[in-house]
């Protein structure tokens, strides 16, 4: 059933009007998000901060993990908004850096720290584009995964 339907207000309502410059406010700007659109480089991400969770006075609150690509940070504002009351939400997100298959600097110690930091109850979720996946030729661009 529509929202109209029902006379409700819509599903869906735009917070922020995105323009050219959406890349340079929010979520997208932060630290935990490698990629500096202002300069079209690499950041130096501090993944020691930003996959440390706050696990509350008591240390007793369970904690979701995000890690991946440019896909898993789209993912970042909805997965807070959907877990923060009971879970600490972290992540960590560089454009182009394949965790699932690669094994860089960058991709060892996101494992390492979020190993180390671990505990039962504890989600872990990564995100990638899922062409990364495939192991035919995606056209028209030409994209191709890495498993065979």
Known sequence: ??????????????????????????????????????????????????????????GKKPAVFLFGDSHAQMMVPALRHAVSRDYAFVYATKPMHDCFHLASSYCLRVGLHIKRLLKPGDIVAMGFASWKFSPTVIPPAGFKGSFR
């Open 1 to 58: 059933v529509s929202c109209l339907v029902r006379s409700l207000p819509p599903c869906f309502v735009q917070n922020q009007n995105y323009d050219a410059r959406w890349q340079q406010w929010g979520d997208w700007v932060n630290n935990c998000w490698g990629w500096d659109y202002v300069h079209m480089v690499y950041k130096d991400s501090p993944i020691e901060t930003c996959l440390t969770p706050n696990r509350g006075p008591h």
